[in-house]
């Protein structure tokens, strides 16, 4: 006993096992074989429906008797992947020309299970004959079932390219089919001249074969996907549904969908479009219905009043099955293996395997033709000598001598002397003897038909052709997809997803954003917005959700934030921080926030940095479809970092002010165009020690609000300054006092509906109006408005409206 015990690694253990599995399921279970497009479970519920004459022409049979004769015969598995499999043959939405017929509950398109074996009937459809025709003319070969007990057909003779016209769909290990549906008519033409001209081109073979056929119609785009599969096996196509519109009498519109593409699941697709509708993804659908009756299938979309169809149509084809990408991987057995072929590859083999079954059915028949002629000839033979056969019948002592009599006595062969001793009295007329003779004539000329086949190759392909033509015009039908060149490109319009509302979009100054509804905005005081303690509104701005936001960063970066997408919260309350959005770096904050709608190539941003450096880019330039992290707007130098940013839709002034109280103002002429990745050029020539704390523009009528850290504020009016050039250190806008002289920390620009300001010290916040500042002279410091040894020094200035 010890000696069988084997020693063997796991590894090489489960390698051999898993091999063993893997031939097993490649070849016998999840690929189709290219001569006859089946698989083995589906061969042999078509063979085992035929051989129990279960077929077009007799009366339907319980499904549950053929699942019984396919699992106690040929295929020992589960009765529900015997059933699954009939029933996906006799489905006309999976199959172009299904296999079998069935009566009951089959499903349907929405994935509903069949009704089990026991209530369903089925028999085999007129076209399953001509897969099965000529089968016992020893046109293909047999091999033993599972115990012995009978024979079965290793492929059948398919005198159509089934595989081609239902193409197929599996998965093995290591293997992966998808063959498309193809239109019968065009895929036997395409035989028919592949047979005439076998040298012939991929893309002279397409102008037969279009492109696949679906049973369930739809809309292929993708000529040039179609061709590289049908030369590589391997390629891609879209699949749209067909749609129309249509107007109610209500003046609204609705969308019809008619057909749906391969092996979408429509009511699946339905609850995906009303899902869309319920979660408010697409705006302007009011309702879906599934109207499907036995005319056809009908999915309508009804539509708000004036909304753009097309817009959500589009948006439907990127987001649910309406539109799907279909991937040719056209693998099949061949000669034994799983091989990825082109469609011409694929012909050529059907055509060899028709060769073969025309090549044996003619030799079947030749030797049947034969057999029987040698038989006439003999009867023929002792029909002339009648009398004599008579007599010699009636001397011998029994069959088997009168049949040794006859061998001996007329040269007779066994056969002949079998057929003649088994002849009956009635067929000695002379009615029978012409019957004879004309039928030795005819076999006499079936005959030489027959070598005449044989013989002859284009004789024999001339039989494969006849026949492939009596099947097309048997069986051929209208071409139910239609096929467009280009893959059409989607373009989502943002109406579509985005339901059009006003509303206010803010921004605190430790950059916490949301966006506020108009009710809830007016219900409150502008102070009353949702901050932290130590926290403030820096700026808010009406918007609509169909805009996009621009926060701009320290770093010269900025966040592309479609309003839509921003927090719907109340006033009052705390709105999300922008790093929920986009993730910015710890050190990294918001110095503002622009609204953008169409990104128009009229206007500029105009980017300052605390160094001196300046840059001005077109708006349209800031527009991007990938927004998930932060974009450049500036490249800055790591000592430096940007201050102001403003927007301009036209030439105006800029002023810049520096820490020391030096100003330059010039005009946003002198600033050349750039990219976003530019680092600008010098805006004013910054003594040692020095740095901008100001860079905005200014217009005639504007002034200028500093505060120094010693809690001086002072406002110039715009006639102070003076228009000068691009770099140039400017001139002073302070008095230089020996001991503790003022430094400007912060300074904003007062615009028409600026109101108050907030001065932020080290202690406090005093608010103020800015009217209250008077306008004062080039060489002072302003008014003292808090004391510094009270409250801290001045670290910066807010103005609000």
């Known amino acids: 006993m010890a000696e069988t015990i084997q020693e063997l690694s796991l590894e090489d253990v489960i390698g051999d096992r898993f091999g063993r599995y893997s031939k097993y399921i490649i070849q016998e279970r999840a690929l189709p074989d290219v001569r006859d497009g089946l698989k083995p479970v589906q061969r042999r519920i078509l063979y085992a429906m035929y051989s129990s004459g279960n077929t077009y022409d007799k009366n339907f049979r319980k499904s549950a008797k053929t699942v019984g004769d396919v699992i106690g015969q040929y295929h020992p598995h589960g009765d529900t992947s015997v059933y699954d499999a009939m029933v996906r043959l006799s489905q006309d939405w999976k199959l172009r020309h299904v296999l079998i017929e069935m009566h009951g509950n089959n499903g349907s398109i929405d994935n509903d299970p069949p009704a089990a074996m026991r209530y369903t009937e089925a028999k085999l459809s007129k076209i399953s004959q001509e897969l099965l025709r000529d089968i016992n003319k020893e046109t293909v070969p047999f091999m033993p079932n599972y115990d012995d007990t009978t024979m079965e057909p290793m492929v059948l003779p398919a005198r159509l390219p089934n595989l081609l016209i239902n193409g197929s769909t599996g998965i093995s290990s290591g293997y992966a089919t998808d063959i498309p549906t193809h239109n019968l008519g065009e895929v036997i033409n395409a035989t028919l001249h592949y047979i005439d001209q076998p040298d012939i081109t991929v893309s002279q073979l397409m102008k037969y074969i279009k492109g696949p056929d679906f049973p369930t119609g739809g809309i292929i785009q993708g000529v040039d996907g179609i061709k590289k599969a049908y030369e590589s096996g391997k390629g891609k196509i879209v699949i749209r549904s067909k749609v129309e519109t249509e107007t109610l009498r209500n003046g609204r519109s609705q969308i019809i969908v008619t057909e749906i593409p391969y092996e979408v699941n429509k009511s699946n697709l339905v609850k995906k479009i009303d899902e869309l509708r319920a979660d408010k993804k697409v705006d302007g659908i009011i309702e879906v219905r599934d109207e499907t009756d036995r005319t056809g299938l009908r999915v309508a979309i009804e539509l708000k009043k004036d909304v753009n169809s097309e817009a959500i149509l589009n948006y439907l084809y990127k987001n649910t099955d309406l539109q799907v990408t279909y991937n040719f991987n056209m693998v099949a057995i061949s000669d034994g293996r799983p091989k990825q072929m082109g469609i011409k590859e694929i012909i050529d083999s059907y055509l060899n395997h028709q060769i073969e079954v025309v090549t044996n059915r003619t030799n079947y028949d030749l030797s049947q033709a034969e057999s029987r002629m040698h038989i006439v000839e003999g009867l023929m033979k002792a029909l002339s000598i009648l009398d004599e056969v008579i007599a ?319 809690g001086a504020l002072k406002r110039i009016s715009f006639k102070v300054l003076q228009v000068a050039k691009r770099a140039q250190r400017g001139l002073t806008l302070l008095k230089e006092l020996k001991k503790n002289p003022h430094r400007i920390v912060s300074a904003a620009v007062i615009r028409q509906d600026d109101k108050t300001y907030e001065l932020i010290t080290e202690k406090t916040i005093e608010t103020g109006n800015v009217t209250d500042i008077h306008l004062s002279e080039q060489y002072t410091n302003g008014s003292f408005v808090v004391d510094v040894k009270e409250v801290g020094e001045v670290k910066a200035l807010f103005i609000k409206k």
């Open 392 to 710: 010699l019948i009636r001397n011998s002592k029994n069959k088997k001598d009168a049949k040794d009599n006859l061998v001996a006595k007329y040269d007779f062969t066994d056969a002949q002397a079998e057929a003649i001793v088994t002849l009956q009295l009635y067929r000695l007329t002379n009615t029978d003897i012409v019957q004879l003779e004309e039928e030795h004539d005819s076999l006499k000329e079936t005959i030489a038909q027959l070598r005449h086949i044989l013989d002859d190759h284009e004789a024999l392909l001339g039989v494969i052709k006849d026949e492939l033509k009596e099947i097309k015009g048997q069986f051929k039908t209208p071409r139910l997809s239609k096929i467009e060149a280009e893959i059409a490109e989607l373009k989502i319009d943002k109406t579509v997803t985005v339901s059009s509302e006003d509303v206010v979009v803010s921004i605190t100054r430790h950059g916490y954003i949301k966006r506020t509804s108009l009710r809830s905005f007016k219900a409150s005081g502008i102070d009353e917005i949702g901050a932290k303690d130590d926290d403030a509104l820096m700026k808010y701005q009406m918007m609509n959700t169909l805009d996009v936001a621009l926060a701009f960063t320290n770093k010269g970066r900025y966040l592309y934030l479609p309003v839509d997408q921003l927090a719907d919260v109340k006033w009052k309350d705390l709105g999300q921080h922008i790093s929920q959005l986009v993730a910015i770096d710890d050190d990294e904050v918001i110095i503002d926030l622009y609204q953008e709608q169409a990104f128009e190539d009229t206007a500029y941003y105009i980017l300052a940095t605390k160094q001196g450096m300046i840059k001005k880019s077109n708006v349209s330039l800031f527009k991007t479809s990938r927004y998930n992290k932060p974009l450049i707007a500036m490249k800055v130098k790591d000592n430096d970092e940007v201050i102001n940013v403003s927007r301009i839709n036209k030439d105006t002034n800029i002023t810049v002010l520096t820490n020391k109280g030096m100003s330059l103002t010039y005009s946003t002429d002198e600033l050349s165009d750039t990219g976003l990745r530019a680092a600008g050029v010098k805006s004013i020539n910054l003594k040692n020690e020095d740095f901008v704390v100001l860079t905005s523009t200014i217009e005639p009528n504007e002034t200028i609000l500093m505060a120094t850290q010693r």
